[in-house]
């Protein structure tokens, strides 16, 4: 416990967590977003995939729980991140000195509360069926869970379809720059390969936009359906 309230504590061990539980979280939403595209190679590949995903209910609840555990500790050392950097900044106001407030930083904040309610709107949606009941009797030919039919009804809304185009802009932003200021924080970035780094990072948040939007897209424009 005395180790955990010292990482907090301590500057660098906030942004450590931060760095760390970023980088699990990167790491899922490639991988979701690798799964989903299955969604191009019809419904009996994407129905297997989610079912073979839910076999094991030990390691779909260990992967929630990981995830659970990776987005609370993110969100509580932004949070405190935060009000270390604010009490600074009054801090050198106090000081009379040139507050070094970035554009970059205030949309991580933003776009990082969007996101969240996007993933509170999401699990609502698709994994607890609250938004539209139907969904969790919907069956295959096979009898499984019909997680292609659940998609293309899903995205057939427009205005959920948006939503979701919106959230992934968002989601490409914030890992654009997260990305870049995680290797920062994990002391891998350099002078020599800041550049480098920095364009990787927004090229990944560019794949994921694609990646990701292409489904609502797809179901909108009737290529899946
Ligand atoms: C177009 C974009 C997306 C699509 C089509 C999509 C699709 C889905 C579907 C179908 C499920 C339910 C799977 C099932 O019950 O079998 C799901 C669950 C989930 N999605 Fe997404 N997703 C998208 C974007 C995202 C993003 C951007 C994130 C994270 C930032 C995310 C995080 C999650 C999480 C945490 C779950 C719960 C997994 C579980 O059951 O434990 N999704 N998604």
Known sequence: MKFVVAVFQSSLGKKYVMAVTGLVLVLFVIGHMLGNLQVFLGREKLNQYAAVLKAS?????????ALLVAVGLHLLSAALLLRQNSDARIAENERREPVDSTLA???MIASGIILFTFIVFHLLHYTAHQIDPSYAEMRDAAGRHDVYGM??????NP????????????????IS?????????????????RT??????????????????????????????
């Open 151 to 156: 998609v293309v009804r899903g995205f057939s």
């Open 177 to 193: 720059h997260g990305a870049s200021a995680m290797l920062q924080s994990l002391g891998l970035r350099t002078e020599r390969n």
């Open 57 to 65: 209910p030990e390691l779909l609840w260990g992967v929630r729980g």
């Open 196 to 225: 480098w780094i920095e364009n990787a990072a927004r090229t990944l948040g560019l794949v994921l936009f694609i990646g990701y939007t292409s489904i609502p897209v797809a179901v909108l424009m009737k290529w899946v359906q």
């Open 159 to 174: 205005v959920v379809s948006g939503f979701y185009i919106f959230s992934m802009a968002l989601l490409c932003m914030h």
């Open 105 to 107: 930083s205030r949309t």
